[in-house]
């Protein structure tokens, strides 16, 4: 039987916003990697727009071991994963061992090219086995941060954010943070209006408040099965333009202020005030980035009492100001 070879696929076989290169390895844990794929990986034809190509590569294309007793055959090596737009490394398989000169050859190599270097939990090892990470701030999932800062001295690490964006190389903390980086990659190449909508379609918030401090031995707690907060919540997003108090919150579900604080915190982890401080600033977003309204009629337009607190609450929750925040995000208004 004759054999038919195939020619090695292109970074460009189709019309697209750019390639994405994740990195697999022998014996990860495949969660971190998914997410990439979701995000990234998943034509999104509603949206559009042209999408991402997404390229899953290894230093190996032999079979590698997931945890929970599978295995995945990669098809393309580090050569494609050096030539992407953005490359990302979710871990790495010893926080503690040095990495391949291969991987950190290639991380370099795409790197000097311009690409967007991205890790998420562990990975950030990696980067910083590469040198790419010297000199500046970074961050891992808070059971590394500490080792991160011994093994190399040279690198800024804050514990305590979800994410950190230094232009062009990003890092994340623990797993799920990824999916928070990712959608800042999306918000970043398309706007939150986009953001917005594959959030939804992963059914997670477009941003979270706060960072990975919160979730440091934190207790998880347990839905009672009641959906007078899950009611009392849509309400809010449909009242943000207004004053909400939490007795207006109560009401919706039912109960008392003093019940629904308790089953608040326990279904969602945090308080009613800071859950619609980070809902307006949410909602604030697409309109800076796609009206003509001034700050301060975004800010009373998500239900800010003067434009000061909105600043305020805004440079808390974003990291800059609604001004810079449109100057990077604006798209045209017509």
Known sequence: MPVIELSPPTLQPEPHCGT?????????????????????GIPRPELGIPWYKLFVCGETREPMRMVGGFSVLVEHGL????????????????????????????????????????????????LAGAGLLDGRTATTHWKYADLLAERFPGVTVDPDVLY????QILT????????????????????????????????????????????????????????????????????????????????????SQRTYLRKFSAQTGTSPVRWV????????L?????????VEEVGAAVGFESPVTFRHHFGRAMGTSPSAYRRTFRTSVA
């Open 20 to 40: 994405v290169a994740v990195l697999a390895f022998d014996g990860m844990a495949p969660f971190e990697m998914s997410s990439v794929v979701e995000i990234f």
């Open 277 to 284: 401080l980070a809902q307006r600033i949410a909602a604030s």
């Open 172 to 255: 994340s903390a623990g797993s799920a943070a990824g999916l928070d980086l990712c959608l800042h990659l999306v918000r970043k190449d398309h706007g939150a209006k986009v953001a917005n909508s594959v959030a939804r379609r992963l059914v997670i918030p477009p941003h979270r408040e706060g960072g990975q401090a919160q979730f440091i031995q934190a207790a998880v707690g347990e839905v009672d099965g009641d959906d007078g907060i899950a009611r009392s919540m849509a309400w809010a997003l449909e009242h943000l333009a207004e004053p909400i108090t939490v007795a207006d919150l109560a009401a919706q579900a039912l109960v």
């Open 79 to 126: 050569d494609v994963l050096a030539a992407a737009d953005t490359v990302i490394v979710t871990a790495v398989p010893d926080v503690r061992g040095d990495m391949s000169p291969a991987l950190a050859e290639a991380l370099r190599s795409a790197h000097a090219r311009g690409a967007r270097i991205v890790s998420i939990c562990s990975g950030a090892f990696a």
């Open 286 to 294: 697409a309109l800076l980035e796609e009206t003509a309204a001034s």
């Open 164 to 167: 950190v964006d230094d232009g």
